[in-house]
């Protein structure tokens, strides 16, 4: 096997990949919130128009997106704290790879605990 030239440590690898994946997941949530801010802030503006908007959040479709959003939330939560021990923990640079496996698979395991739930309120309508 060769070896990587120098700053293509992970390249293609698992830290790339947590890497992208918390750009990614931090600009969902951050448009989640402007989303929300807006859509809030038409309750000042026009009750009428904010309980529209709040209507139409009440699909099938947008149930899923929540779904996403929660399992966003919770990978950038658990990656920020692997990020962090990567950066301050002395042996966190050889750990990496191994705590990448565990922030997946915390957060395969609380959203295995959130979606029935979550899912039977979005298709059985309770």
Known sequence: ??????GTLYRGREGMWSWVAHRVTGMLIFVFLLVHVLDTSLVRVSPEAYNAVIGAYKNPIMGL????L???IVFHAFNGIRVILVDFWWNGPRRQKLMMW????LTFVLMAGFLPRHLGNVFGGH
């Open 102 to 105: 565990i922030v997946l698979g």
């Open 65 to 68: 997106a929540e779904a996403g």
């Open 70 to 72: 929660v399992a966003a």
């Open 1 to 6: 096997m060769a070896t990587a030239p120098a």
